[in-house]
C-alpha cells in the first residue's frame, strides 16, 4: 500500500508561481509512477502531468489550456516526494489538485491507470 499526502496549495494572483508536494509513505515509493490530476468546479478530473520510475520521463497535458511550458513536474526519491512546480498561473488552472501513483510503469493519462490517490490540495488563482 502507498499512502499519499498532497500540501502547497493556495491562493495566488494571475501569473504567480505555487510547487505542490506530494509525499509517499508505505511501499517503495519509486517503484511508482507518479502523477498530477486536477479537477475544476463543474468538470471531471483531467490529467496534469506525470514521471515515470524508469529513467524519469516525464508528460505533460496537451489540452487546450495546456500546462506544458508552465508546469514542472519532478521527483525526490530520497524524500519520496513529488512536486509540481506551477508558474505562469492563470484563472482557469484553478482546482483541486490531486497527486496519485501507479504501480504500472506505463500507466498514462487516464484516471483509471492509478490505484492511489491522495485527498487533493486546494489551488485557487484569482484574476
Known amino acids: 500500500q502507498v499512502q499519499l499526502e498532497e500540501s502547497g496549495g493556495g491562493l495566488v494572483q494571475a501569473g504567480g508561481s505555487l510547487r505542490l508536494s506530494c509525499a509517499a509513505s508505505?511501499?517503495?515509493?519509486?517503484?511508482?509512477?507518479t502523477g498530477w490530476f486536477r479537477r475544476a468546479p463543474g468538470k471531471e478530473r483531467e490529467f496534469v502531468a506525470r514521471?515515470?520510475?524508469?529513467?524519469?520521463?516525464?508528460?505533460?497535458?496537451d489540452s487546450a489550456d495546456s500546462v506544458k511550458g508552465r508546469f514542472t513536474i519532478s521527483r525526490d526519491n530520497a524524500k519520496n516526494t513529488v512536486y509540481l512546480q506551477m508558474n505562469s498561473l492563470k484563472p482557469e488552472d484553478t482546482a483541486v489538485y490531486y497527486c496519485?501513483?501507479?504501480?504500472?510503469?506505463?500507466?498514462?493519462?487516464?484516471?483509471?491507470?492509478?490505484?492511489?490517490w491522495g485527498q487533493g490540495t486546494q489551488v485557487t488563482v484569482s484574476s
Open positions: 496519485a501513483a501507479s504501480d504500472n510503469n506505463y500507466a498514462g493519462p487516464s484516471v483509471n491507470d492509478y490505484n492511489y
Open positions: 508505505g511501499r517503495i515509493f519509486n517503484t511508482y509512477t
Open positions: 514521471i515515470l520510475w524508469s529513467g524519469g520521463r516525464t508528460y505533460y497535458a
